[in-house]
């Protein structure tokens, strides 16, 4: 998809031949009868008549209208052109466009509105157009190619949030579909082919380690949890390099469960198919890199994925085993099925190396994070202020929100284990929270946050699918990073290209 933007009047874009046009009209700016345009004269008959009325996200649609050129018309009060009320209007003008065949849709906001509310039209259009496709045989292919959008007048940030737009929308829909593709076809190996061709697009490095290399890192809690599956665990390390090699990067780790069954404490079959969402922190990191090569930063960036299957098996880990991390720290395993915790703590561990700014895990971790906040905020941890208010702030900004979850030392009580210096789970009380705790343990030699995105990675029931999140939230804390961060030397600035739509 093809993101535009320009400064246009109501009555030039109805002579536009689009496929479909979306006008977003704002609940206080009235319509005249003596407007020049059709579109403000018809809704001013419609609203006088009675047969409209400004109310968020109404709709009126048109077809074929003689002094139109668009084939289909839908206009949708957009309250006051906030991001979440342009968000909510867009989801209900799609709803009337999305069983027509629309390639060229133009979206003239009518009224003033600010750059990050254009984002959010576009991000959230790309969002309700979006449609899986990989696995069916004759599939439904989305028709939108070309996305214009209109207003009398465009802020000078307008056309900056346009290309962030599509870079957030390209890595939204990198995440959405390797999270969405059933567990046989994105294993741990074609999740690392993935992190390649991502990289190799973009000009930054990959590497990817297999079991023998792992191994020779001492990963016994990755080990562990891998060596029930016959698939091949992959470890993947991925660098966007944006600014001086000297600056510290920030590593984002992200969990790669391409399957999760619980192993030998299985789990039970209803809905046992979600668990192919297992690797959705994963995805994030890949779609997270996938636009950080299109926006190029001034930011350096360390992408980790610890990737395998958590399966049952003579080979499997038993409840009650203790392994040792790659820390040094033994572990009593005494739920196989907390197994997200046992690799993301040694690629904790692995992250060290980096000497990193900030370290953030992101994981589909705990049902008891979908208990606390459901599929509304991610749940976040940290053992630093700053850290975690710069991650709620971007959350905020990118309305892909989180929600801060506490961490005292008291909730680790229930992981005190006999035969190990920590036990993989404790009780049943506050799940997510003594998840946390655990990995604590091992990130505590840099600044660090956790996000849960056990509720938010993904949609249930008859909109089963993945969400793409939180790309959004993570890719605007990195993009206010770069700009907070002290300036690189002048040489690299000029490395940083930028790519227009
Ligand atoms: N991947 C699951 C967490 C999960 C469950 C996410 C359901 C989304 C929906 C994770 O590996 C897991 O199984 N966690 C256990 C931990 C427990 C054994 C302490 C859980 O949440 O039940
Ligand atoms: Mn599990
Ligand atoms: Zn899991």
């Known amino acids: 998809m093809n993101f535009e933007i320009q400064k246009r009047t109501l009555l030039s874009v109805t002579r536009d031949e689009f496929d479909g046009l979306i006008i977003l009209w704002p609940a206080a700016a009235l319509p005249e009868s003596a407007a020049m345009d059709p579109i403000s004269r018809l809704l001013c008959g419609a609203c006088k008549n009675g047969d409209f009325e400004l109310k968020p996200n109404s709709t009126l649609a048109l077809y074929s209208h003689p002094d139109i050129k668009a084939r289909h018309v839908v206009v949708v009060c957009s309250a006051d ?64 190619k070309q996305v214009q959008v209109s207003l009398a007048s465009v802020q000078a940030d307008a056309v900056d949030c346009v290309v962030y737009a599509q870079a957030l929308v390209s890595g939204i829909e990198v995440a959405k579909e390797w999270a969405n593709r059933p567990a ?146 033994t572990i009593e395993i005494l739920n196989t099925d907390a197994e997200g915790r046992l690799v993301l703590c040694d690629a904790l561990t692995y992250a060290e190396r980096f000497k990193p ?46 929600w801060r979850m506490p961490l005292d030392d008291d909730y680790a009580e229930g992981l005190k284990s006999k035969f190990a210096d920590v036990a993989n789970v404790a009780g049943r009380a506050a799940g997510s929270v003594t998840a946390a705790k655990f990995l604590q343990r091992f990130a505590k030699s840099f600044a660090w946050a956790h996000l849960d995105i056990a509720g938010t990675a993904w949609r249930s029931g008859a909109a089963k699918g993945a969400t793409g999140r939180p790309v959004g939230l993570l890719l605007q804390y990195l993009v206010s990073a770069a700009n907070t961060t002290p300036q690189q030397t002048t040489k690299t600035k000029t490395k940083a290209k930028r790519k227009v739509a």
């Open 81 to 144: 052109n906030s991001p979440g009320a342009v968000r909510a209007a867009i989801q209900a003008a799609w709803l009337c466009l999305k069983s027509f065949k629309i390639k060229h849709l133009g979206i003239h906001v009518a009224g003033d509105c600010a750059s990050p509310s254009i984002q959010t039209a576009l991000v959230s259009l790309a969002d309700a157009s979006y449609i899986y496709a990989t696995t069916l045989s004759q599939p439904k292919l989305r028709s939108l």
């Open 184 to 329: 046989n076809h994105a294993t741990p190996t074609q999740l690392a082919q993935a992190a390649q061709s991502i990289a190799t697009g973009r000009s930054f490095k990959c590497d990817v380690l297999g079991p023998k290399e792992v191994a020779k890192l001492g990963m016994g809690a990755f080990m562990a949890v891998a060596q029930g599956a016959s698939e091949p665990l992959r470890f993947i390390v991925m660098r966007y390099n944006g600014t001086d090699a000297a600056q510290a990067p920030v590593v984002l780790v992200g969990k790669g469960i391409t399957f999760d069954t619980g192993g030998i404490s299985i789990k039970p079959a209803p809905e046992m198919d979600e668990m192919k969402y297992d690797m959705s922190g994963a995805a994030s990191v890949l779609g997270v890199f996938k636009a950080l090569g299109e926006i190029r930063p001034s930011i350096n960036v360390v992408g980790l994925i610890p990737a395998t299957e958590n399966m049952p098996d003579g080979q499997a880990v038993k409840p009650g085993d203790v392994v040792t991390s790659m820390s040094g720290q």
């Open 357 to 402: 700014k900030a370290v953030i895990d992101i994981a589909t971790l705990t049902g008891a994070c979908v208990i606390a906040l459901g599929a509304v905020r991610s749940g976040l941890f940290s053992s630093d202020d700053p850290l975690a208010d710069e991650i709620y702030q971007a959350g905020e900004t990118a309305g892909d929100t989180c």
